[in-house]
């Protein structure tokens, strides 16, 4: 497979990331496309008989099925956590490490497993790198159907342009949890990503949101000038 610069770089980043695993390990295994170079390598090197006895929590069904395809075992949960780590992508990432994640309509299950592993380390190349939340991507907001365009105007009062999210067929998207997105655009950023977090999660109705606060470790980084390790409190 010829990968073009970015995918190179995000290659890159899932290889560095998958250093991190040791035998022995249970970890939370993210989706998207950065993290699904680092379930290839991290799947090559079971392969090759480097780590033995590693099991991982998918994230997604997406994710259950490539870890199958690479031959990486699985587990729950309630099974095994607390997780020894958690490697997934994200959206965008600031100085300080808070996070915009869920593009690929995983977020609930991606907050659940990193919430629930000892260390949560982010892949990225360096585009998604941003000043402040908000400036590329949007804030996705997963709700129960019920009513769900009830949510309109608070989140406009909330500085949000929300867009129901659809697929490339134009039909409503549906999460592997059977609940839709909306999609939050602040034009301006976001000032106070916990804060914000906090207006989503005592709102009825919003089950989870794509910001990710305080919720990093590390953030491993590729870029034209190759790759490297952010840590918490380091910005």
Known sequence: MVLTAVEDLKSEAGREAATDVASGMRLGLGTGSTAAYFLRHLGARLASGELTDVVGVPTSVRTEKAARRLGIPLGTLSELAPLDLTVDGADEVDPKLNLIKGLGGALLREKMVAQASDRFVVVVDDAKLVRRLGELAPVPVEVVPFEFDSHWRWLQALGADPQLRRNESGDVFVTDNGLLII????????????????????RAGVVDSGLFPGLADEVVVAGGGGVYRMSAGEG
């Open 183 to 202: 999609d939050c655009r602040f034009v301006k950023g976001i000032d106070d990503p916990q804060e914000l977090e906090n207006r989503l999660m005592h």
